[in-house]
């Protein structure tokens, strides 16, 4: 397992760290648990003093259950970490949605100046 500083490979591993939180790195020929999120496989590791290694399930029980839930239960992360720009069909479906309002409000505004007499 090398750990490649190179800016051009895409971050394929998910390393938390529990003095330093988290991190997206790149490793070359990465192993473990994994997960396919958008096509691209997405492993978990732990940094211990500087050095990588899986992420496995604690033999015993020295933290607290919920902290090591929330170790393993790291879907939702990855999801947040490997997906920081909306897809297009989202960002088209967002636009659609305020041109509606855009456009519910400017049908109200010519309701209410006809009404009033005012405006348009």
Do not use: C
């Amino acid at each position: 397992m090398k750990n490649k500083n190179n800016n051009n490979l895409k971050p394929n591993t998910l390393v938390l760290d529990r003095e330093n939180g988290f991190s997206l790195q790149h490793i070359e020929n990465a192993a473990g648990r994994r997960w396919r999120f958008r096509g691209q496989t997405v492993f978990l590791y732990q940094s211990v003093n500087g050095v990588l290694s899986e992420y496995r399930v604690p033999a015993e029980m020295k933290e607290p259950p919920e902290r090591t839930y929330r170790y393993l239960d790291w879907t939702y992360l990855v999801k947040e970490l490997f997906s920081r720009t909306n897809p297009w069909p989202e960002r088209i479906k967002i636009g659609l949605q305020v041109a509606i309002v855009l456009a519910l409000l400017f049908f109200i505004y010519l309701i209410y100046s006809s009404f009033t007499g005012t405006g348009a």
